[in-house]
């Protein structure tokens, strides 16, 4: 499941749990797409829980919007990801020096107050 909400005029709140198929991710990146306009020098606060890997028809429909999802992270400049995965705080944090211009900080299940107030600053 991805849900997908804009909080604020530049705030953006990501929620991936479970299983994604491609129909969730084809609905997860059109939310996405949707909540980002307008959006500039935005912020993410993204939750990962019980995470599994997508399947081949997600990842499919992931690939092949990949170049404009590259451009629409750029709307973004600071994200905040919590997870209750190691691997997967881990993967953000190189992320953080793969994708210009944005700065991306994780954070454990718990942290989401500590996560905001970095968010905010």
């Known amino acids: 499941m991805i849900e997908v909400t804009r909080t604020g005029p530049d705030r953006v709140y990501i929620t991936v749990s479970g299983k994604i198929d491609g129909k969730a991710m084809e609905d997860g990146l059109d939310a996405f797409i949707d909540a980002s306009k307008d959006i500039e020098n935005g912020k ?33 400049r600071k994200a905040a990801v919590i997870s209750d995965a190691a691997w997967l705080r881990k993967i953000a944090e190189v992320e953080a020096f793969l994708i210009p211009g944005i700065t991306i900080k994780t954070f454990e299940p718990g942290e989401e107050t500590a996560a905001e107030s970095w968010l905010a600053v």
């Open 44 to 76: 993410l606060f993204y939750v990962i829980t019980d995470f599994r890997l997508p399947d081949a028809s997600a990842l499919a429909v992931e690939f092949k919007r990949l170049p404009g999802l590259f451009s629409l992270i750029g709307r973004f």
